[in-house]
């Protein structure tokens, strides 16, 4: 790799942070902004404009254990200095877990292959105080067996368009993608973990299909409805988005 | 048990909160209290002065998944309605888990024979954004086995001076204690929970245990050094008082 003084380097970060006081990953005039605090604090440091790129564009409230974002710049820094100055400088809900040099040609949504996600839960008839700002509280008991078998039907290659939502600005050339892992995690106290890992994700089809498996095990649908609904293709078919603040973008994988 | 209209009742709640935004239990004109905010709560659902006790009086920014707490009324009402009353009006980090009708003569503190908290820790570089309001930080590695070591030394009867913090209007006839279970718990991702069982703790006991046993972990303290601490009875031998935030008072025993 080139380093002579003025050729670019492709910096990549792997970044957690607690979304309850953030307005999302991306700037906005609304509020403070993960891109926002975090490209402050880079520009502060290395004295110049930076644009950065996330694979994942958190929605407001969404937590995240392994973002991954990079940015390009031709200044001269240690990485190890550089991420210690990052986390001395940005508040304590948002931290750099690492920071390196990689390849000139990556980019963290392009070059992705995979991503995980955590999705917390909590059900029962009292919403545990400490869990209230990353887990959606359920009232009732689910049936976990049930969301099990429902999440089966979700697992391979399939259009989801029933678990897409629109949005202004995105157009999707087709709506296949492919889970490759949906599990419903029994924790202990009254918590639930939706575990799931696949190639690509549309605009809130990860709250959406939690959603849906929530109605399975409340028994508002049965198992076999995913089946019908993923077919149907028809949004409103599925059940409902699961809040935001449940969600925590657990890891990106790369080749 | 006497039910006729204008008889006394003991009322027992069983609480769970997240003590991040109250000045501790005890009411003070600092800022909400738990209770302050339960009493008030309470009072303007019965229309009478209420004198709420609790089994731990914890300090500001503890936790509570089972703290316990009673009060003496006349009034008339349906023991499920009141909690439902109570949760509604409630703020969200305060929840009521049960209220029952118990003994005239239970008494959350001097009815109690054991309690159990749960101190939550995290470690390593980098501090977990989304647990920081709930476990201490400890920057850097430690080792769990010395100290579940350190930890052995202090299992069972012993004079715990070496451990009690001093406070105005507080004596203590004698400051032997009993510790019945402490555990080292290594959990996933970067976290520790130290549980701890015991008859009866003093002011800052479990966190100056915990304080210390971390110096132990950090190698600033080697694990027989606990046998030498609680010979000394010398509060300033052992380690630091750990943090109010990584606090969780779990449990409380009755017969």
């Known amino acids: 790799?080139?380093?002579?003084?003025?050729?670019?380097?492709?910096?990549?970060?792997?970044?957690?942070?607690?979304?309850?006081?953030?307005?999302?990953?991306?700037?906005?005039?609304?509020?403070?902004?993960?891109?926002?605090?975090?490209?402050?604090?880079?520009?502060?440091?290395?004295?110049?404009?930076?644009?950065?790129?996330?694979?994942?564009?958190?929605?407001?409230?969404?937590?995240?254990?392994?973002?991954?974002?990079?940015?390009?710049t031709s200044k001269q820094f240690t990485l190890n200095e550089l991420k210690k100055s990052l986390n001395s400088l940005l508040p304590n809900d948002l931290r750099v877990i690492s920071l390196n040099e990689t390849d000139p040609l990556f980019h963290p949504t392009t070059s992705a292959i995979g991503k995980e996600y955590h999705y917390h839960l909590t059900y029962g008839e009292i919403q545990l105080p400490h869990l209230r700002l990353y887990a959606w509280h359920v009232?009732?008991?689910?049936?976990?067996?049930?969301?099990?078998?429902?999440?089966?039907?979700?697992?391979?290659?399939?259009?989801?368009?029933?678990?897409?939502?629109?949005?202004?600005?995105?157009?999707?050339?087709?709506?296949?993608?492919?889970?490759?892992?949906?599990?419903?995690?029994?924790?202990?106290?009254?918590?639930l973990k939706v575990m799931i890992r696949g190639n690509h994700f549309m605009y809130k089809m990860v709250r959406n299909i939690v959603g849906t498996l929530v109605y399975v095990g409340l028994g508002k649908l049965q198992p076999q409805d995913l089946l019908k609904i993923l077919h149907s293709k028809c949004r409103p078919c599925a059940g409902v988005t699961a809040p935001a603040h449940g969600l925590h973008l657990h890891q990106i994988f790369y080749k």
Chains 1, 2 share one sequence.
Request: hydrophobic fraction near 35%; charge should be negative.
């Open 1 to 72: 790799m080139d380093s002579s003084p003025h050729s670019n380097k492709n910096i990549k970060l792997v970044l957690t942070y607690d979304g309850t006081s953030f307005f999302g990953w991306q700037e906005t005039k609304e509020g403070r902004s993960i891109e926002g605090t975090l490209s402050q604090a880079l520009e502060q440091i290395l004295q110049e404009k930076v644009n950065l790129q996330a694979a994942s564009r958190t929605d407001r409230g969404v937590h995240a254990l392994g973002q991954v974002v990079n940015f390009i």
């Open 139 to 191: 009232p009732g008991q689910l049936n976990f067996e049930k969301m099990r078998e429902g999440a089966s039907y979700l697992l391979g290659t399939h259009d989801f368009s029933a678990f897409c939502n629109m949005r202004k600005n995105l157009n999707y050339t087709d709506k296949v993608r492919r889970i490759e892992e949906l599990e419903i995690l029994s924790m202990e106290e009254g918590k």
